[in-house]
């Protein structure tokens, strides 16, 4: 029996919709159809309308919200907006996947939640890396070891342009009305103040988007891996000629874990977590989302006697968006619960604050 294919709308046409969503969604043509868009840009909506064939444009959220013919809403645009695109997709009975970070706020969070159980829907966060066939396996290991002496979280990259510009080509037009570049600003500043409760000019609002950002990938996999840490033992935070580096160790009781995250000028992208234990370790690498099928790899160090191997494992090509859509068409389709749900999202919440109290 073939599985049911879902009628999809994407908000939000930018860079990971061109680069990453809509190849994926096209790669699955038996679960998914793509059916409307939606974007602030009216050039940049035409243009993907002609280039994908399809004729439901909409310029607001809610009016794609309300087609009575989708199944599935996808939330991409900027996360200023995705608790009340959510939200207005929920009300209007849409399963929905929202990019990461699903909200900002506890509030925004419950909201979603609200919507969610109200309406009947699915809502699963788009946290692709946990859905990666080589961190999968990794957390399988690392439930083997007897005990974690100490693990270590990194993400350190450069601009996004040393991956994308020799490698894709993505259309932006620059024709977003100023009025709606003007509310994103001031929504941004009023969530970073409800959010952290620290004056406008704090320099961590901004390291407070930041962790809803880059870090909140790296946050999730380890709590996945590892589970909550009991609180933060110290943080540091710096820009320095406009790049921002973060060091953070979080106290999990028996043992640590050293969190460094930060953007410089280089092209390279290093994200990884490894686990140390007292004779094994085990380490997931990803590599940049936007060369979509470059391999997430385990490697596993060990030691038996006086011999120590070294595994290095690639389980897949299968890239780490497509196990996600696949996940979330059989959630939808079995009436199964996503992995990655907003109570989920919520404990990342909860480490940015921990961070954020650390460093006040």
């Known amino acids: 029996m073939s599985p049911r294919r879902l009628n999809v709308g994407l908000i939000g046409m930018g860079e990971v919709a061109q680069l990453i969503h809509l190849p994926v969604l096209e790669a699955l043509p038996e679960q998914y159809r793509i059916a409307a868009f939606c974007d602030v840009s009216p050039m940049l909506l035409s243009a993907m309308g002609n280039k994908y064939g399809v004729d439901r444009l909409y310029s607001d959220a809610g009016e794609l919200a309300r087609d009575p013919d989708l199944d599935v809403v996808l939330v991409l645009n900027s996360d200023e907006y995705h608790a009340e695109c959510a939200i207005a997709a929920a009300n209007g009975g849409k399963h929905v996947l929202i ?15 609200e919507a969610r159980d109200r309406s009947g829907v699915k809502v699963m966060v788009g946290y692709m890396r946990r859905y990666a066939t080589a961190f999968e396996e990794a957390v399988r290991e690392i439930g083997k070891m007897e005990r974690v002496h100490y693990a270590r979280v990194r993400d350190i990259i450069g601009p996004n342009a040393f991956f994308t510009r020799p490698t894709s080509h993505t259309l932006a037009f620059g024709d977003i009305p100023e009025a709606l570049k003007q509310d994103r600003n001031a929504r ?10 620290l004056a406008p000019d704090s320099p961590y609002i901004d390291l407070y988007r930041f962790l809803g950002g880059l870090s909140s990938h790296d946050l999730s996999v380890m709590r996945e891996a590892l589970g909550m840490p009991l609180g933060v033992v110290g943080a540091k935070y710096t820009v320095t000629d406009g790049y921002p580096f973060l060091t953070a160790i979080f106290d999990y009781g028996d043992f640590s874990v050293v969190f460094e995250t930060g953007v410089d000028g280089q092209g390279r992208f290093d994200a990884h977590l490894e686990v140390y234990g007292i004779g094994k370790s085990v380490k997931v690498q990803y590599d940049t989302p936007y060369i979509r099928h470059l391999p997430t790899k385990l490697t596993i160090g060990e030691t038996v006697g006086e011999t120590y191997s070294e595994s290095v494992i690639r389980p897949t090509f299968t890239d780490p968006y497509t196990l996600e859509m696949k996940h979330f068409h059989e959630a939808i389709t079995q009436d199964r619960q996503p992995k990655t749900t907003p109570e989920d999202y919520k404990n990342d919440l909860i480490l940015f604050k921990m961070i954020i109290d650390a460093l006040k």
Do not use: Q, R, S
């Not at 990019?99 to 706020?105: A, D, H, R, V």
């Not at 941004?188 to 409760?197: H, M, P, R």
């Open 99 to 113: 990019e990461k970070p699903m909200c900002l706020t506890f509030a925004e969070a419950d909201a979603i939640i």
């Open 188 to 197: 941004a500043l009023k969530i970073g103040v409800e959010a952290t409760g």
